[in-house]
C-alpha cells in the first residue's frame, strides 16, 4: 500500500529526483542545428526578463546614500 504521506520531499526520493532533474535539463537544452541568431535571442530575452524581476523586487542592495 502506497503512504499518502510520502511525497518526492520526503528521503529516500534521490534517484527520482535524478531522474526528473535530468529530464529537466535535456528539456531545457536546444536542439542540435539551432542557429546561433536564435540563441542568442534567447538569452536576450532572458536577460531581460531577469533584469526586470531584479528590478521589480530589488537587487539586495541598499539605496545609496546622498
Known sequence: MVDARRTLLTPGNEDAWARLNAEKRAAQRPAP???VRELI???VTLSRTALELLQAVGDGRRPTPT
Request: avoid cysteine; charge should be negative; hydrophobic fraction near 0%.
Open 33 to 35: 542545428g539551432t542557429p
Open 41 to 43: 535571442d534567447e538569452g
